[in-house]
């Protein structure tokens, strides 16, 4: 069986996103990133070493031609790779799919990113993707449409408005915003800001900023439905302080217990219809309440560390499990071990 994995920022999509608008035009190439190419990279080799525990399968990766260290060091331990000519970066994507019987596709939600390799992905094969339907990736990948989502299903999010080349309403909303693009990556754009000094060009999400500490939860959706894995606390850093630098697992019980229940409300509502794999939710835990900030319908930089937890007992189940046999359920409908 062949699981072709694809991460885009070292997988040869490196310059894709160079059509952005707004504060993000500046970004024309990943590979002028080094914290993104470090992630992307440790990303690609950790996903496809878990992936490799798989009985019986061959995996399939792209690469940048630039990365040659990352590409020796895949072959190195039995990864099949493809190098790709960042001139041409659609080209062996839509074959390796083609080729595979499972896909697994990590790209930034950056100017939809994300929502084009999906759909190339699924253009090459139904069924294979081992990821989110496109009423999940939507409001994955466009704040606005996650708020309107929220906002109709009762989920608790941050007070927000859309910001769009011109004045804006923020009179009901606090003082101190948080000014977001729309479909952004790892927390690069967003600052904080005050309501009267909003930018007069570009399309924005304004959101109140909320005190509190940040953590992810993730689930792995199969065909039994899905199965959360514990809570990560989340760090913060680079030049406004909302870029992702690390993390841990929760280590408070109470905390931990807030965040499971809280959660597992969230997943249950989510239009996930036959979605498959590692999908996250971050929030905000404030003294009395979570505040849901983003879904991320891809695999995060959570994974590597939470896949060294040998087993754990699930939210609401009663035998213990991993990872790596939850991520197997999820790519080839094997009986779930939970």
Not at 85 to 105: T, Y
Not at 152 to 171: F, N, T
Not at 200 to 219: C, D, M, P, Q
Request: one cysteine or more; glycine letters at 8%; a negative charge.
């Amino acid at each position: 069986m062949k699981l072709f994995i694809y991460e885009m920022v070292c997988g040869g999509g490196a310059a894709l996103p160079s059509d952005c608008d707004g504060q993000l035009a500046q970004i024309n190439d990943f590979l002028t990133l080094p914290a993104l190419v470090a992630d992307g990279s440790a990303m690609l080799l950790s996903v496809a070493q878990y992936c490799q525990m798989l009985p019986a399968v061959e995996i399939i990766v792209t690469v940048d031609s630039r990365l040659e260290s990352l590409a020796r060091t895949l072959k190195s331990r039995g990864v099949t790779v493809r190098v790709v000519d960042v001139r041409d970066p659609w080209s062996q994507f839509v074959h390796a799919c083609r080729d595979a019987d499972r896909c697994i596709v990590i790209a930034p939600e950056l100017n939809s990113l994300l929502r084009l390799a999906i759909e190339k992905c699924n253009a090459g094969g139904h069924g294979k993707l081992i990821g989110p339907d496109q009423d999940l990736l939507a409001i994955g990948v466009d704040k606005v449409l996650l708020h309107q989502w929220a906002d109709a299903h009762e989920i608790l999010m941050p007070g927000w408005a859309h910001l769009r080349g011109e004045k804006c309403d923020v009179s009901y909303l606090d003082d101190t915003l948080v000014l977001k693009p729309i479909s952004g990556t790892g927390g690069i754009g967003i600052r904080k800001v005050l309501s009267h000094s909003l930018p007069s060009e570009g399309e924005w999400l304004v959101e109140e900023f909320v005190r509190g500490e940040s953590y992810s939860v993730s689930a792995i959706f199969h065909q039994d439905g899905f199965t959360m894995v514990p809570p990560w606390r989340q760090e913060f850093g680079g030049a406004d302080g909302f870029e992702y630098v690390g993390g841990s697992i929760c280590g408070d019980k109470n905390v931990t217990e807030r965040l499971n229940e809280w959660a597992f409300s969230v997943f249950d509502r989510l239009p996930s219809g036959h979605s498959r794999g590692w999908i996250s939710l971050d929030g905000i835990v404030a003294d009395r309440e979570i505040y849901m900030i983003e879904v991320n319908p891809r695999i995060t930089a959570s994974f590597n560390s939470l896949c060294e937890i040998s087993s754990f007992v699930p939210y609401q189940e009663l035998q213990s499990t991993n990872v790596t046999e939850l991520m197997s359920a999820a790519i080839w409908g094997n009986e779930r071990s939970t």
